[in-house]
Protein backbone atom coordinates (compact mmCIF):
# COMPACT_ATOMS: atom_id res chain seq x y z
CA UNK A 1 0.00 0.00 0.00
CA UNK A 2 1.16 3.48 -0.78
CA UNK A 3 -0.48 6.15 1.87
CA UNK A 4 -4.10 5.27 2.36
CA UNK A 5 -5.21 4.14 -1.03
CA UNK A 6 -2.90 3.04 -3.94
CA UNK A 7 -2.48 -1.12 -4.39
CA UNK A 8 0.42 -1.58 -6.34
CA UNK A 9 1.25 -4.45 -8.49
CA UNK A 10 3.31 -7.04 -8.02
CA UNK A 11 7.05 -7.51 -8.50
CA UNK A 12 7.44 -4.45 -6.29
CA UNK A 13 10.91 -4.47 -4.78
CA UNK A 14 12.12 -0.95 -4.25
CA UNK A 15 9.30 1.93 -3.32
CA UNK A 16 10.29 5.45 -2.54
CA UNK A 17 7.72 8.01 -1.87
CA UNK A 18 8.74 10.94 0.03
CA UNK A 19 5.33 11.97 0.56
CA UNK A 20 4.38 8.60 3.04
CA UNK A 21 5.66 8.86 6.82
CA UNK A 22 6.99 5.08 6.62
CA UNK A 23 9.65 7.07 3.76
CA UNK A 24 10.60 10.37 5.12
CA UNK A 25 9.23 12.21 8.47
CA UNK A 26 8.94 15.52 6.83
CA UNK A 27 12.26 16.99 7.74
CA UNK A 28 16.13 15.99 7.83
CA UNK A 29 18.53 13.62 5.39
CA UNK A 30 17.48 10.35 6.39
CA UNK A 31 14.72 8.59 3.93
CA UNK A 32 13.58 5.09 3.84
CA UNK A 33 12.98 2.97 1.07
CA UNK A 34 9.54 1.28 2.13
CA UNK A 35 9.94 -2.40 0.78
CA UNK A 36 13.27 -2.93 2.72
CA UNK A 37 13.38 -0.66 4.96
CA UNK A 38 16.41 0.20 4.44
CA UNK A 39 17.92 3.75 4.74
CA UNK A 40 19.60 6.50 2.46
CA UNK A 41 21.12 9.28 2.91
CA UNK A 42 20.87 13.09 1.50
CA UNK A 43 24.10 14.41 0.38
CA UNK A 44 24.21 18.23 -0.74
CA UNK A 45 26.93 20.29 -1.37
CA UNK A 46 27.41 24.09 -2.75
CA UNK A 47 24.04 25.28 -1.71
CA UNK A 48 22.25 22.16 -3.11
CA UNK A 49 19.33 21.03 -0.95
CA UNK A 50 17.11 17.81 -0.84
CA UNK A 51 13.37 19.41 0.91
CA UNK A 52 9.83 18.76 0.65
CA UNK A 53 8.51 21.93 -0.90
CA UNK A 54 5.11 23.74 -1.57
CA UNK A 55 5.99 25.98 -4.37
CA UNK A 56 3.76 24.16 -6.35
CA UNK A 57 0.83 24.40 -4.27
CA UNK A 58 0.95 21.36 -2.28
CA UNK A 59 3.89 19.56 -0.87
CA UNK A 60 6.73 18.04 -2.99
CA UNK A 61 10.50 16.73 -2.38
CA UNK A 62 12.55 18.99 -4.28
CA UNK A 63 16.01 18.32 -5.81
CA UNK A 64 17.78 22.09 -5.86
CA UNK A 65 21.12 21.97 -7.69
CA UNK A 66 22.17 25.44 -8.20
CA UNK A 67 25.97 24.15 -9.66
CA UNK A 68 23.93 21.15 -11.13
CA UNK A 69 27.34 20.41 -13.25
CA UNK A 70 28.76 18.84 -9.82
CA UNK A 71 26.70 16.50 -7.97
CA UNK A 72 25.39 18.72 -5.30
CA UNK A 73 22.25 17.43 -4.01
CA UNK A 74 20.62 13.71 -4.14
CA UNK A 75 20.18 11.00 -2.33
CA UNK A 76 22.37 7.67 -1.78
CA UNK A 77 21.14 4.17 -0.58
CA UNK A 78 23.30 1.00 -0.64
CA UNK A 79 22.13 -2.01 -2.49
CA UNK A 80 21.68 -5.33 -2.04
CA UNK A 81 23.19 -7.54 -4.17
CA UNK A 82 24.91 -11.11 -3.81
CA UNK A 83 28.22 -10.13 -3.06
CA UNK A 84 27.81 -6.59 -1.40
CA UNK A 85 25.82 -4.63 1.33
CA UNK A 86 22.58 -7.61 1.98
CA UNK A 87 21.09 -4.61 4.21
CA UNK A 88 20.51 -2.39 1.66
CA UNK A 89 17.53 -1.53 -1.13
CA UNK A 90 16.76 -4.10 -3.95
CA UNK A 91 16.89 -3.08 -7.05
CA UNK A 92 15.90 -5.02 -10.75
CA UNK A 93 18.22 -7.10 -11.41
CA UNK A 94 17.70 -10.57 -14.51
CA UNK A 95 15.76 -9.95 -17.84
CA UNK A 96 12.68 -8.70 -15.90
CA UNK A 97 12.64 -5.02 -14.60
CA UNK A 98 10.45 -1.97 -14.50
CA UNK A 99 10.93 1.56 -13.28
CA UNK A 100 7.71 4.26 -12.40
CA UNK A 101 8.26 7.65 -11.61
CA UNK A 102 6.68 11.04 -11.28
CA UNK A 103 8.98 13.72 -12.08
CA UNK A 104 8.79 18.18 -12.46
CA UNK A 105 11.62 19.27 -14.76
CA UNK A 106 13.58 22.71 -13.85
CA UNK A 107 16.10 22.97 -16.65
CA UNK A 108 19.49 23.57 -14.83
CA UNK A 109 21.58 24.36 -17.63
CA UNK A 110 24.19 22.90 -20.58
CA UNK A 111 24.80 19.91 -17.86
CA UNK A 112 23.06 16.24 -17.79
CA UNK A 113 20.18 15.74 -15.30
CA UNK A 114 19.82 12.14 -14.03
CA UNK A 115 16.43 11.10 -12.48
CA UNK A 116 18.15 8.06 -10.70
CA UNK A 117 21.18 5.65 -11.63
CA UNK A 118 22.22 2.59 -10.32
CA UNK A 119 25.93 2.07 -13.03
CA UNK A 120 29.74 1.71 -13.13
CA UNK A 121 30.18 3.26 -16.42
CA UNK A 122 30.13 6.90 -17.23
CA UNK A 123 27.97 7.37 -20.56
CA UNK A 124 24.06 7.19 -21.38
CA UNK A 125 24.04 3.20 -20.90
CA UNK A 126 23.84 2.05 -17.56
CA UNK A 127 26.64 -0.16 -17.15
CA UNK A 128 26.03 -3.23 -14.96
CA UNK A 129 22.75 -1.63 -14.05
CA UNK A 130 20.64 1.56 -14.98
CA UNK A 131 20.16 5.32 -15.78
CA UNK A 132 17.29 7.52 -16.45
CA UNK A 133 17.48 11.19 -17.18
CA UNK A 134 17.85 13.87 -19.72
CA UNK A 135 21.35 15.29 -21.45
CA UNK A 136 23.17 17.92 -21.96
CA UNK A 137 21.51 21.29 -23.47
CA UNK A 138 18.54 20.47 -24.87
CA UNK A 139 19.33 16.62 -25.37
CA UNK A 140 15.63 14.59 -25.11
CA UNK A 141 15.32 11.46 -22.68
CA UNK A 142 18.21 9.11 -22.21
CA UNK A 143 17.56 5.60 -21.05
CA UNK A 144 20.73 3.33 -20.33
CA UNK A 145 20.18 -0.58 -19.25
CA UNK A 146 22.88 -2.89 -18.62
CA UNK A 147 25.37 -0.98 -21.15
CA UNK A 148 22.50 -0.40 -23.79
CA UNK A 149 21.79 3.38 -24.10
CA UNK A 150 18.15 4.23 -25.55
CA UNK A 151 17.54 7.97 -27.10
CA UNK A 152 13.74 8.19 -26.78
CA UNK A 153 13.81 11.68 -27.95
CA UNK A 154 16.02 13.77 -29.75
CA UNK A 155 15.44 16.95 -27.87
CA UNK A 156 13.38 18.49 -24.80
CA UNK A 157 10.55 21.43 -25.72
CA UNK A 158 7.18 22.29 -24.55
CA UNK A 159 5.58 20.71 -27.99
CA UNK A 160 7.37 17.45 -29.08
CA UNK A 161 6.24 14.99 -26.36
CA UNK A 162 9.15 14.79 -24.69
CA UNK A 163 10.61 15.71 -21.36
CA UNK A 164 9.09 19.30 -20.02
CA UNK A 165 9.90 21.69 -17.81
CA UNK A 166 7.61 22.99 -15.22
CA UNK A 167 4.92 20.32 -15.99
CA UNK A 168 4.37 17.23 -14.16
CA UNK A 169 5.06 14.14 -16.07
CA UNK A 170 5.23 10.14 -15.13
CA UNK A 171 7.20 7.74 -16.90
CA UNK A 172 7.83 4.06 -17.09
CA UNK A 173 9.92 2.38 -19.22
CA UNK A 174 9.46 -1.51 -18.78
CA UNK A 175 12.65 -4.37 -19.59
CA UNK A 176 12.06 -7.99 -21.21
CA UNK A 177 15.46 -9.28 -22.63
CA UNK A 178 13.77 -12.30 -23.50
CA UNK A 179 11.83 -10.72 -26.48
CA UNK A 180 11.65 -8.60 -29.66
CA UNK A 181 10.49 -4.94 -28.82
CA UNK A 182 11.93 -5.37 -25.14
CA UNK A 183 11.97 -1.60 -24.13
CA UNK A 184 9.02 -0.01 -23.97
CA UNK A 185 8.84 3.51 -22.67
CA UNK A 186 5.12 4.87 -21.66
CA UNK A 187 4.44 8.87 -20.90
CA UNK A 188 1.21 9.63 -18.50
CA UNK A 189 0.20 6.00 -18.81
CA UNK A 190 0.46 5.91 -22.81
CA UNK A 191 2.83 3.68 -25.19
CA UNK A 192 5.21 6.16 -26.76
CA UNK A 193 8.21 4.47 -27.67
CA UNK A 194 9.33 0.45 -27.98
CA UNK A 195 12.18 -0.82 -29.43
CA UNK A 196 14.81 -3.88 -29.43
CA UNK A 197 17.43 -4.30 -26.60
CA UNK A 198 20.91 -3.05 -27.50
CA UNK A 199 22.52 -5.89 -28.43
CA UNK A 200 22.78 -9.67 -27.96
CA UNK A 201 24.50 -9.72 -24.36
CA UNK A 202 22.09 -6.80 -23.03
CA UNK A 203 19.05 -9.33 -21.78
CA UNK A 204 19.98 -9.45 -18.71
CA UNK A 205 20.78 -6.88 -15.26
CA UNK A 206 23.99 -8.54 -13.68
CA UNK A 207 24.28 -8.81 -9.79
CA UNK A 208 27.80 -7.21 -9.87
CA UNK A 209 27.34 -3.74 -9.34
CA UNK A 210 28.72 -3.07 -5.58
CA UNK A 211 27.69 1.14 -5.91
CA UNK A 212 24.73 2.73 -4.13
CA UNK A 213 21.72 3.92 -5.77
CA UNK A 214 21.43 7.22 -6.16
CA UNK A 215 18.12 9.12 -6.65
CA UNK A 216 18.85 12.84 -8.25
CA UNK A 217 22.07 12.01 -9.85
CA UNK A 218 23.84 9.07 -11.11
CA UNK A 219 27.11 7.03 -10.00
CA UNK A 220 29.80 7.68 -12.08
CA UNK A 221 29.90 11.39 -13.56
CA UNK A 222 28.15 14.75 -12.64
CA UNK A 223 25.50 16.41 -13.20
CA UNK A 224 21.93 16.46 -11.16
CA UNK A 225 18.36 16.26 -11.35
CA UNK A 226 16.58 19.52 -11.00
CA UNK A 227 13.18 20.07 -9.98
CA UNK A 228 10.85 18.08 -8.26
CA UNK A 229 10.70 14.09 -7.97
CA UNK A 230 9.38 11.99 -5.18
CA UNK A 231 7.73 8.68 -6.29
CA UNK A 232 10.56 6.46 -7.27
CA UNK A 233 9.02 2.54 -7.90
CA UNK A 234 10.97 -0.21 -9.41
CA UNK A 235 9.77 -3.98 -10.15
CA UNK A 236 11.56 -7.07 -10.74
CA UNK A 237 9.05 -7.80 -13.17
CA UNK A 238 8.13 -6.41 -16.67
CA UNK A 239 4.49 -4.29 -15.96
CA UNK A 240 1.68 -4.40 -18.79
CA UNK A 241 0.37 -2.22 -20.47
CA UNK A 242 -2.71 -2.23 -18.20
CA UNK A 243 -0.26 -1.73 -15.25
CA UNK A 244 0.90 0.91 -16.11
CA UNK A 245 -2.03 2.88 -16.96
CA UNK A 246 -3.33 1.78 -13.75
CA UNK A 247 -0.72 3.24 -11.95
CA UNK A 248 -0.46 6.32 -13.36
CA UNK A 249 -4.16 6.75 -12.71
CA UNK A 250 -3.41 6.34 -9.54
CA UNK A 251 -1.12 8.46 -8.82
CA UNK A 252 -2.16 11.60 -10.87
CA UNK A 253 -4.80 13.20 -8.60
CA UNK A 254 -1.69 14.00 -6.70
CA UNK A 255 0.17 15.84 -9.61
Known amino acids: MIGNA ?3 PAGLVFNFD ?5 CYSGSGASFTEIVSGAT ?3 TTSNSGTVALDSTLGSS ?5 NPNAAARTAYISFPVNITSANTSGVNVPQGPNASWNWWHYFQDAG ?12 SGWDGDEGFVFGTGYATDGPRW ?3 DG ?3 VYATTGA ?3 DYRTNEWQNYCVTFDGNISNGVKTYLNGELVDERNVAASTNKSIPATNTNNLFLGATNSRGGNWNGYMDVVQMYETTLSASQVKALYNAFKGRF
Not at 18 to 22: E, F, G, M, N, V
Not at 110 to 121: C, I, L, Q
Request: glycine fraction near 14%; charge should be negative; aromatic fraction near 10%.
Open 18 to 22: ALSPK
Open 149 to 151: AYT
Open 159 to 161: TTG
Open 40 to 42: GTA
Open 6 to 8: VQL
Open 60 to 64: HLKFS
Open 144 to 146: GID
Open 110 to 121: NVDHPNFGWETG
